[in-house]
């Protein structure tokens, strides 16, 4: 059985695909069995995927690469979505919504017309369905996305000078929450922990369980506690070395607890 990796687009995401006995190298085009339907891509590379992680992948399908036909099938679609969507704003405006398109898509059998949208406040878009399917005879979705979606539809550069995560490596939005970047012992500055969809930055969750681990039996700053040099207040946590800085009688002194157990 291989295993490839298939892109949709220029810089996004990858998916895996179950290639059966195809052979095929990287960068060939190929259709691909998806929930939306068949769909046009590129293979990025074969991947090795162990048996046990492998039987817990519902892994759709690679149905064929992809011919000539196929992929002037792909760029009509590409230029027949840019028009719809131009559609799609001109009727959004005519009908007085509230909405902000992001971007439209065919499937690669023209089964159904995907628009992608942001609004601030849930939307009553079923007379701008009815439509858009009077004019493309096809089955219309309009899918209201979040901030986070915005930005993993729309790329752009994080605040580390690389490309954001949710459009290049995630497959999936993990849920991030204030008490990961306190486990790191942040600044809650919006500017140092959000993303550039102004939400937490995905990647507070990457090391949170090794921060929760080192963190077991350290104390916070503003604590009191006892030391072998007396009673002090703690001014100043590093996490992952398990140190802290004390403030005993006007002078600082550093405790390790390399000999305390971590869990």
Aim: with cysteine; proline share 2%.
């Amino acid at each position: 059985m291989n295993i490839y990796e298939v892109v949709f687009k220029d810089k996004g995401k990858g998916y895996y695909f179950n290639g059966h006995d195809l052979i095929i190298p990287n960068q060939v085009t190929v259709i691909v069995e998806t929930e939306r339907g068949l769909q046009f891509g590129r293979v990025l590379d074969k991947v090795n995927i162990d048996f046990a992680e492998l039987e817990k992948m519902d892994l759709k399908e690679i149905v064929r690469i992809a011919n000539k036909k196929d992929y002037e099938q792909y760029l009509k679609n590409c230029k027949d979505s840019e028009c719809a969507l131009k559609t799609a704003k001109d009727f959004c405006e005519e009908l007085g919504l509230d909405m902000h398109f992001i971007d439209a898509s065919f499937t690669f059998d023209r089964k159904q017309l995907l628009f992608n949208f942001y609004a601030d406040e849930r939307v009553d878009f079923r007379e701008l369905a009815r439509k858009l399917a009077s004019v493309y005879k096809t089955r219309i979705e309009l899918r209201q996305i979040g901030a986070r979606d915005k930005a993993e539809q729309i790329g752009g550069i994080g605040i580390c000078g690389r490309p954001l995560c949710c459009s290049s490596c995630l497959n999936h939005l993990e849920s991030v929450t204030m008490n990961m970047a306190k486990n790191q012992n942040l600044a809650l500055n919006p500017s140092k922990i959000n993303g550039a969809c102004g939400r937490l930055l995905c990647c507070l969750s990457y090391e949170d369980e090794e921060y929760v681990r080192c963190g077991y039996g350290m104390p916070n700053v503003g604590d009191k506690v006892e030391t072998a040099f007396g009673s002090g207040q703690v001014v100043s946590v590093d996490i992952l070395n398990r140190r802290y800085k004390v403030l005993v009688n006007d002078e600082l002194k550093e405790i390790l607890l390399e000999d305390e157990k971590v869990s």
